[in-house]
């Protein structure tokens, strides 16, 4: 299911005047994302570059030729379940984001914000929306918390009755 969204994501964020992959900060030795088409993005360390062509090798192993246009910078520093606030990834591009949206799927953390995305568990997650977790929102300074639909909603409902 993850993967529908994944494919439908990849479509809005390729869209025409989108930025691509830069040979900027790209050097033997880089880690990086390379597009792949049955995974959408592999990763893997640019072993040799020649011309614009960068051999990558993933990390399962596998040796493949990619433009350099095509590849993108990943952040060895981002958190392997990935992080809340994707204001938080040092780049913020298309692998990048995929990435850790899937880390977070993974550990049914589905929310993501200040960039509130949301990815659909195909499950209820009920631990999510009790009145506990109601609670802990209710008054809660916006960004105090993990990201979440409650922190919206109170940032939002206090903004109607201020206003």
Known sequence: MLSYFIMDLCSFLSTPGMI?????NIIVGSHVWAED???????????GIEGRNATIVTTEGKT?????SNIYPKDTEAPPVGVDDMTKLAYLHEPGVLHNLASRFALNEIY???I???VNPF???PHLYDIHMMEQYEGAVFGELIPHLFAVANISYRAMINE
Do not use: F, H, S, Y
Request: aromatic fraction near 4%; glycine fraction near 10%.
């Open 20 to 24: 691509k992959g830069t040979p900027v």
């Open 112 to 114: 993501t914000g200040n």
């Open 64 to 68: 493949i030729v990619a433009d350099i």
């Open 123 to 125: 499950q209820r997650l």
């Open 37 to 47: 088409p049955n995974e959408a993005w592999i990763d893997g360390e640019v072993i």
């Open 116 to 118: 509130l995305i949301v």
